[in-house]
């Protein structure tokens, strides 16, 4: 592995101004952009990896454990970081090596201006769960200084674990064109993914392609939480006009406002109208009625992302892989099945 002298060599700076750079104190000491950019570029040339637990090390820590970041955006979703992190916790278990965990919330749309990824000076690899488009377009720009894995993404740059999230989207359009609705809605959450984006595309596709109506007046966008399903609902009752008898929401936790509202209106379920979200949170099971709902293998995809970081941390794998897992209905009582 290269050394600072020799990154110093190559970026013709002194030892002391590439080491207080690579250790993310460009800024504070006002080195000057260029300098530091002259200074990453000499350390990816050489290959140069961070010894964050030696450094760790001489400052006094006890543990010098490798370090895997798990960035994780700061909406609803944190909900589903419980099922994230037990995934990942079966996957380091199994492993023969340690590692340490950081969790580092981030704002959506806002990663570029997390320090830390950029330099790479706090942890050794990292999961990116969730990123914005704005988020997604600074990572294609991007030069890391280590290797990442997206989670609920997918990359030509950088390896990935994601769901096909369009297939998701006309399985529910079949399921309720198989069970005879003519008019049905969408509920979408107002926030920037493309997952979500790819959804409502293969809902919106597949429902016209089955003859199915969905006006523009019954594709809802609302908050991304409970409160934000319950007030979809209140929208649409506000509409006035023939409702949709069943209504795709590309979120539980929307979901589960909604049926409150539902209930509040006196509008049964799933007799006037049926319900399906997506995720499959466990929740899902516990709602009155319990929701029917599109499984999001979450466990899974985070064991795949542990092994496709931690292959990169040890140099197994050299062009970026895709991992594309299969999501699927879980059927109760707000949605029935396919007939038979």
């Known amino acids: 592995m290269a050394s600072i002298k020799e990154i ?14 690579l250790n993310g ?3 504070h000491y006002r080195i000057s952009a260029a300098t530091q950019q002259k200074i990453w570029d000499a350390a990816r040339e050489l290959n140069y990896q961070p010894n964050i637990s030696a450094r760790r090390l001489r400052s006094g820590g006890e543990t010098v454990l490798p370090i895997i970041a798990l960035f994780w955006s700061l909406d609803t979703r944190t909900a589903l970081v419980s099922r994230f992190l037990k995934g990942v916790h079966d996957s380091l278990t199994a492993l ?6 950081l969790i580092q919330p ?14 790479g000076t706090r942890f050794n690899g990292a999961i990116i769960a969730n990123p914005a488009e704005q988020d997604e377009e600074f990572l294609n720009q991007a030069n890391l200084n280590v290797p990442i894995v997206l989670y609920q993404r997918s990359s030509h740059k950088y ?16 399921l309720f064109a198989s069970r005879g609705h003519r008019r049905v809605g969408l509920v979408v959450p107002d926030v920037s993914s493309r997952a979500i984006e790819l959804r409502k595309q293969g809902f919106l596709t597949k429902a016209r392609e089955l003859g199915l109506c969905v006006e523009d007046k019954h594709v809802v966008y609302a908050d991304f939480s409970e409160l934000g399903g319950y007030q979809a609902i209140r929208q649409l009752e506000d509409i006035g006009s023939e409702w949709p008898t069943a209504l795709f929401f590309l979120s539980d936790h929307m979901s589960v406002g909604a049926l409150m509202a539902l209930n509040e ?6 007799d006037e109208v049926e319900v399906v979200g997506h995720d499959d949170n466990e929740v899902t099971r516990f709602t009155i009625p319990t929701l029917s709902t599109v499984h999001l293998p979450v466990e899974e995809m985070a064991a795949e992302c542990v092994k496709l970081l931690t292959d990169q941390m040890h140099h197994k794998s050299g062009v970026p892989v895709g991992k594309i897992l299969s999501s699927h209905l879980v059927i109760r009582q707000s949605c029935g099945g396919f007939p038979e």
């Open 265 to 270: 209106l006196g509008r049964r379920v799933p």
């Open 159 to 174: 390896p990935f674990v994601n769901v096909d999230g369009y297939l998701a989207g006309e399985k529910v359009a079949e």
């Open 25 to 27: 104190k460009g800024d």
């Open 106 to 119: 981030y704002v959506g749309t806002k990663l570029s201006e997390v320090r830390s990824l950029v330099t």
């Open 8 to 21: 110093a060599q190559l970026a013709q700076v002194s030892q002391g101004t590439a080491s207080m750079v």
């Open 96 to 101: 023969d090596n340690e590692y340490e965990l």
